[in-house]
């Protein structure tokens, strides 16, 4: 279909197609140019300015002479060309030219585009007219011609373009020639890829989205929280400055600063069985005081390790120990920077004296409790597992409240002057009856130390010969005897004599029977009283005694003979 042509003057184009010669047989043909036509206004041609140069023999594209001064063409919008054609004014319209053997076409509406498109002036040429003989070809476009059925355009909505557009007759196809193709149409742009996101993906998105809230909503409510308790007011409580103040040397702080140094922790490990223990220096040559039951799970091959308070790790081994007094010597070799600690006298300890008593409870090394001295000379028995009593310990013990602990055995208990005047060994625990060295049950107040005074004499003896000598009287006692004091046995162990011949009793003149009944103006109730009163003394001291024979009590003197441990 034509272009709905502009009135006004027709538009200049500054490159145009040579004049096409037409034979004379062309001229025939062409069909006379209606009557009615409007003439084109004729616009007189203005003569070309002459250029500075000469004529470019290749013309200067794209629009050629008269040169790239030339101005520019008018922009021409093209208008898409309706379906039913282009109206035109009347009397332009022209009929089709008539082919023999052909039926003849409709009358054409006035002012309308023929159905097969506007006739255009034959091409000059040998193909001007058909060939004789041969069937006419069918008609060919002129190039710029509008297609026989017009060109396809989308339905337009609103009022139509220009002129009166009748609507498509009922049964009319509409062409498909150019596929709804219309070159002035801008191509809409392809639609954008949708993008699909997979279930798991939507999923892990709502659960970051939920942790997400979730942390900053509990960040809200937390400070929320905070600021409704304290009011909104950020709490600063006050404190005291750090103070370097340096303790008094008699508190259980400097006590303790002077003690803990000289203290160790001791860990034994035999064939069957291991256990631990405290022990504290006596000397600069390694040895280390501590109770017979700590290192008597190693035996004879077991392995003794010593813990000192800087962290320092060292083997040991025994010196010498003694079951009847429950003491043990160990050493070791090549440490130095060793701390000894000083002792002191227990007959100078008096009922109240403040204490502190140091260990390793329950392997908890440098552990420090405090108390008082609650009692003196308390006798206490440890042992007595073996069926012939050799394990038995007699103790002449000094009591205490300060807590003592399963592991605290064989710490010191020191004086308020930083002085030992006890080695602890044993408590007395709530769920058993007496002893020494005590069940898992813990303190409960009543903690039991040998005297230095014992502890020293027998460290002496341990570390020069190795073994420890008791101090004796020469008779065997009757340990199941339930009147009040000790009774003298009227049958020796083994079928032996009750009493020593030549011993300190037979010298004392006590015979198989005898009950004594004081020690040194102190009463015994039973032979084990008897026992650690007389271990709490040296062989040579010399005691006195009260006896009771046949109802009636009488004095005697002796001194202490001498046995060996060993």
């Not at 000469?54 to 794209?62: A, Q």
């Not at 709490?536 to 010399?542: F, K, V």
Request: some cysteine; charged content about 20%.
């Amino acid at each position: 279909m034509d272009e709905p042509k502009a009135p006004g003057p027709k538009p200049k184009w500054w490159s145009r197609p040579a004049a096409e010669k037409r034979t004379e047989a062309a001229a025939d043909q062409a069909p006379p140019e209606p009557v009615d036509a409007p003439m084109e206004e004729r616009v007189p041609e203005e003569r070309a300015p002459r250029p500075l140069h000469e004529p470019d023999p290749y013309s200067t594209p794209p629009y050629g002479d008269p040169g790239p001064w030339a101005p520019a063409p008018p922009v021409q919008h093209p208008v898409a060309t309706p379906a039913q054609g282009t109206h035109i004014p009347p009397g332009m319209a022209q009929a089709p030219p008539q082919t023999s053997g052909m039926a003849q076409a409709p009358p054409q509406a006035p002012g309308m585009t023929p159905p097969h498109g506007t006739t255009l002036p034959p091409v000059a040429g040998p193909a001007a007219g058909p060939v004789p003989g041969q069937s006419a070809p069918p008609p060919m476009p002129h190039p710029g011609m509008t297609p026989p059925h017009g060109t396809q355009v989308p339905p337009v909505t609103g009022e139509p373009h220009q002129g009166h557009q009748p609507p498509m007759a009922a049964g009319t196809a509409p062409t498909t020639q150019w596929g709804g193709y219309d070159p002035w149409t801008v191509a809409a742009p392809p639609p954008a890829e949708r993008k699909t996101v997979s279930r798991r993906g939507a999923w892990l998105a709502v659960l970051l989205i939920a942790l997400v809230a979730g942390c900053v909503g509990g960040g809200i409510g937390a400070y929320v929280e905070r600021d409704s308790v304290s009011g909104g007011v950020d709490v600063k409580l006050p404190q005291a400055p750090v103070e370097k103040e340096a303790r008094s040397p008699g508190s259980v702080a400097g006590i303790a600063a002077r003690s803990l140094p000289g203290v160790v922790t001791i860990h034994v490990r035999g064939s069957s069985e291991e256990g631990t223990g405290t022990g504290f220096v006596l000397d600069k040559r390694g040895h280390i005081l501590t109770n017979n039951h700590v290192v008597q799970p190693a035996g004879t091959d077991g392995d003794i390790s010593v813990t000192f308070n800087s962290g320092q790790d060292a083997d040991a081994k025994v010196i010498g120990r003694d079951t009847g007094y429950d003491l043990a010597v160990i050493k070791v070799d090549r440490v130095s920077g060793l701390t000894p600690l000083p002792l002191g006298n227990s007959d100078s300890v008096a009922v109240g004296d403040p204490v502190v008593a140091i260990g390793a409870p329950f392997d908890l090394a440098g552990t420090v409790t405090a108390g008082i001295i609650s009692a003196k000379e308390r006798p206490i028995t440890a042992g007595g597992e073996k069926e012939d009593g050799s394990d038995v310990s007699y103790v002449d013990a000094l009591q205490t409240d300060a807590p003592i602990n399963p592991g605290n055995s064989g710490g010191p208990l020191v004086d308020r002057k930083g002085r030992v005047i006890g080695i602890n060994s044993a408590i007395r625990a709530a769920d058993e009856g007496s002893g020494l060295g005590g069940g898992q049950g813990g303190s409960i107040g009543l903690g039991f130390a040998i005297p230095i005074n014992q502890g020293k004499r027998v460290a002496e003896e341990l570390i020069n010969t190795g073994k420890a000598t008791h101090p004796v009287i020469g008779v065997t006692l009757d340990m199941g005897y339930t009147g009040d004091g000790a009774r003298v046995n009227t049958e020796g162990a083994g079928g032996g004599a009750p009493v020593t011949s030549g011993g300190p009793g037979d010298k004392a003149g006590i015979e198989p029977g005898d009950v004594i009944t004081e020690v040194d103006g102190v009463r015994v109730h039973s032979g084990q009283e008897l026992i650690v009163k007389i271990r709490s003394h040296r062989p040579g001291d010399r005691l006195r005694l009260s006896v009771e024979r046949d109802g009636k009590e009488h004095a005697a003197e002796l001194t202490l003979g001498s046995a060996s441990s060993g």
